[in-house]
């Protein structure tokens, strides 16, 4: 049998893809005689086009997904491999999204241009203060902007794209005093020796899917499906995609600054939840319920963000 796993082309996404590739290669490969022939092809996307101008000005993070959906349905890979927070809630009609890989630290985590000599017991609230006045801080997440806003209100933020090595090569050359960026990534390129401080999920809330690695395929691949199916954490699909149903059901659009972050103790599922706007306005809530509830437990954390006001809070994105 040949499987054929689309990608995109970033050492990140090709390290998430040659994951898969192994895991799949020590789940059926010790067959000889029924031996998987994989290829990995790597598939440029919308979004790694456009380094010049924010993404939510030319369709939002869908762009990072859109060639390579395009390509499942074509039948030219077999899986799609994607950094889950990439992935629109609403998948296309047709395709499948029912595979996640075991959470990584879903943490946000800040990188200092000049390394502070002691940040011991700094946190997701006081980090700041390592920060110089009017510091410069690199991200185009409106919700990281949103987050940090409400702990320092004097940070002059700038837009920060491309991948983590160009990334840090900008924090490097002296365009920031600092950058937000997910943990996990740099964790799987091992790079974590540059994380200066890791953000609290419960205090910075992160995107929802942060940390996890999701394979979608075409519905009608029965083959695939049942191929795939013991790659998947019943835990982690648990957790993110009640945070997936809560963003869902905000239904508040790829700019917004809202957050999610789930996690599981025992039989139980914790959410929790933000809403912000561009004027500062912030709003949070969280809920819990059993775990195998999850996708309702994620539509009333968005219901009890709405009878608070969060509809008007997130309208207030909305630049006429």
């Not at 205090?203 to 499906?225: V, W, Y």
């Not at 508040?252 to 809403?275: M, Q, R, T, W």
Request: hydrophobic content about 35%; aromatic content about 6%; proline content about 3%.
């Amino acid at each position: 049998m040949k499987l054929t796993i689309g990608t995109r082309g970033s050492k990140l996404a090709l390290y998430q893809a040659n994951l898969v590739k192994d895991k799949i290669d020590r789940l059926y490969n010790n067959n000889k005689d029924k031996k998987i022939d994989i290829e990995i092809k790597t598939i440029k996307t919308s979004g790694d086009k456009i380094l010049s101008a924010s993404l939510s000005s030319f369709g939002g993070k869908g762009l990072f997904v859109k060639e390579i959906e395009e390509a499942l349905f074509n039948e030219d890979i077999d899986i799609a491999v994607h950094s889950l927070k990439d992935v629109p809630q609403v998948i296309p009609e047709g395709l499948t999204l029912d595979v996640v890989l075991k959470r990584d630290d879903p943490r946000d985590c800040i990188i200092f241009k000049d390394k502070p000599k002691s940040h011991k017991g700094l946190d997701s609230a006081n980090f700041t203060s390592l920060l110089k006045n009017c510091a410069v801080v690199g991200t185009s997440s409106l919700r990281r902007r949103s987050l940090l806003a409400r702990l320092r209100n004097d940070i002059i933020f700038e837009p920060l794209r491309g991948n983590i090595d160009t990334r840090l090569k900008k924090l490097k050359d002296g365009f920031f005093d600092a950058v937000i960026l997910s943990s996990s990534g740099l964790i799987r390129l091992g790079l974590s020796s540059y994380i200066d401080i890791y953000l609290d999920p419960l205090k910075f809330i992160p995107q929802c899917g942060q940390g996890a690695i999701a394979l979608e395929h075409k519905d009608s691949r029965a083959d695939i499906s049942k191929l795939i199916k013991p790659l998947n954490d019943e835990d982690t699909k648990f957790s993110v995609f009640a945070e997936r149903a809560c963003i869902k059901g905000l239904n508040c659009g790829c700019a917004s600054p809202v957050g999610a972050y789930s996690y599981i103790e025992g039989d139980n599922l914790h959410i929790k939840g933000f809403v912000s706007n561009i004027y500062g306005e912030y709003l949070e809530d969280e809920i819990a319920g059993k775990k195998t509830d999850y996708e309702n437990i994620g539509k009333s954390l968005a219901l009890h963000l709405i009878n608070k006001g969060g509809i008007e809070i997130l309208n207030k994105n909305i630049i006429s």
